[in-house]
């Protein structure tokens, strides 16, 4: 182990490191993972995964299993001073476009053993449990990590062409690089409990919000009989009160009956909102939690930190292993930090909803949100709270351009219905609904789509593969359901470039379209 050589150096053994650890290996990187912990964290911490980060999951090859223990999100309702709706969210209802509902709620533990179980089967991937990273340094050659085994020990070292830290809120690697934290301005103690719910109790069947000034608390359906409980410490109160569980059934009682859960785990947690400064220092990148942290009031926290993970992993596949420029990691900061900046203004704006302890404010803001609910102008779906990728790599003047690719349901291999994402890797896709598109390239641009990794996929009512020039075939899927199809008919495309992390780069109606936009794509990736 001692000097080892690796393509790239994980800090950091959560949800976000694995995921990262994963998309890499499964392109034939050599990663090694470093994590002080011995053990998984065997109580939860996120609670939510949304469609994207589920499309990710499926990059992973973590176990079907796992799919199977997630619940579909109930729904959230905001309730006001006296008990009324003021402001809800309601589920989005099949077809789902991503081929998931759009938001789910799973227990962390569960998913993190998927997770390593995923990373075991991976030769190329080394995890070292209990394995501190004391230092890091760079230079043009690569990086350098020094190890320090938790349990003693000689130290070593390791080197990698890149590291990343997706060491969690208190970064060692970012702090290693002086990357400072830009404050959002949002900073409140809650406590955070939660629960297997064993008894009857009046409970709401959605996750609601507690609006109250005198104890502003959010209540969470969680996956199976799981229940968590937010409560907000208030300005006159110290935090550590709370961590004595007493204390902490004595606030519960305002919301449920205590003697019908079996508490699993209880905390006291600092929502806070901040960004760090700069996301890359040369060969050394951060993620996660190391980059960003929001209050939980839109279940992105996890969702962001795997979004990360996604658009760093294909940058690194695109230069390490399909020769392209080091350039192309400016766009990892350029479009990931402008979109978890309003996935946290959001957060942060619905946390003050909730947390409003002002009686007087919060009479005026039941009003005014009721206005807006009742006259039908309320956003009531949360994933339009989700923005689109505006900047880095997109066909900027196509409208479609950074908003997320369909999933469908196609028929695999042996005639079983299967996600497409199950099928078909994390690559530059062109996707088309026949193979007529699909021929509209050049023999020189399909030369150069298949050395950067690309694909030519047909997704259509039959599935009928097809050469293209005399080196490569076009893999083509009989789709199920028609939400490809109902997509290209809505847009009016024929055919749609697609990024590795299915964000769309652009679409085409010609083959004009599609030389132009697949030149100027060449020309940042090569």
Known sequence: MQNRKYDVIVVGLGP???????????????????????????KPRAI????EALRILQFCGIAPSFFDTLSPHTGTDFVGLEGQLIKLFDPQQPPYPLGWPPTVMFIQ?????????????CANIDVKLGSR?????????????AIEPIGGGAGYQVTGDWLIGCDGANSFVRRSQGIALHDVQFDEWWIVVDAWLTGRTELPSKTTQYCWPSRPATFVMGSRNLRRWEIKVLPH?????FLDQDKVVEVLKNYVDPGALEIWRSAVYRFHAVVADTWRQDRIFIAGDAAHQMPPFLGQGLC???RDAANLAWKLVQVGKYGASADLFATYQDERRPHVETVIHHAKEFGLIIGELDVQRATSRDEELGRLLQSGAMNTVRQRFIPDLRNGIIAKSDPLAGTLFVQPDVLDAQGSIARFDNLVPPRFLIVAADESPLLWLEEDDADAWFKVGGLLVSIGSTARSTSQGTH????????VGGRLHDWLESTGARAAIVRPDRYIYGTARNADD???LVRALLIVIE
């Open 237 to 241: 109160e110290d935090p550590a009160v």
């Open 514 to 516: 599609l030389r132009r």
């Open 472 to 479: 490569h075939s076009t893999p083509a899927f009989e789709e």
């Open 133 to 145: 990273v004391s230092a890091v340094a760079q230079d043009e050659a690569g990086v350098r990590a």
């Open 109 to 121: 533990p569960e998913l993190e053993n998927a997770l390593r179980s995923s990373l075991s089967e």
């Open 48 to 51: 939510v995964l949304d469609h």
């Open 16 to 42: 976000v490191g694995a995921v990262l650890a994963l998309l890499l290996g499964r392109e034939g990187f050599k990663v090694a993972v470093f994590e002080q912990g011995e053990e998984i964290y065997d």
């Open 304 to 306: 962001a930190g795997l």
